[in-house]
Nanobody
Framework: QVQLVESGGGLVQAGGSLRLACAAS????????MGWFRQAPGKEREFVAA????????YYADSVKGRFTISRDNAKNTVYLQMNSLKPEDTAVYYC????????????????????WGQGTQVTVSS
């Protein structure tokens, strides 16, 4: 099992930027894909972005493509989400998650494939 701790959330005006970080400990980090999900009040948790275990491929929800960038530093056991051009509709609790599958190299990053979750960090974008 891996433990995940997110940081970097906060309040920002529309058009602004935030950088989320997720520090992992416990199970080996580098062999597993990592993802970011978000959940707004009254809505289902949804996929935001994922990065393959090697860091060589990234995947994004259409709603954030071109504005958000996911990256990982396997030496630091950390995954990041750089969020630019933020919109009020990006307001949500953001969760970091670790994939269950070792050395997975496909493109299916549905929520059910992630077995470890952080506690979440609140991102609020004001208009």
């Amino acid at each position: 099992q891996v433990q995940l701790v997110e940081s970097g959330g906060g309040l920002v005006q529309a058009g602004g930027s935030l950088r989320l970080a997720c520090a992992a400990s416990g199970r080996a980090f580098s062999g597993y894909a990592m993802g970011w999900f978000r959940q707004a009040p009254g809505k289902e948790r949804e996929f935001v972005a994922a990065v393959r275990w090697s860091g060589g491929s990234t995947y994004y929800a259409d709603s954030v493509k071109g504005r958000f960038t996911i990256s990982r530093d396997n030496a630091k056991n950390t995954v990041y989400l750089q969020m630019n051009s933020l919109k009020p509709e990006d307001t949500a609790v953001y969760y970091c998650a670790a994939d269950r599958r070792l050395f997975y190299s496909g493109s299916n990053y549905d929520l059910g494939n992630f077995g470890s979750w952080g506690q979440g960090t609140q991102v609020t974008v004001s208009s």
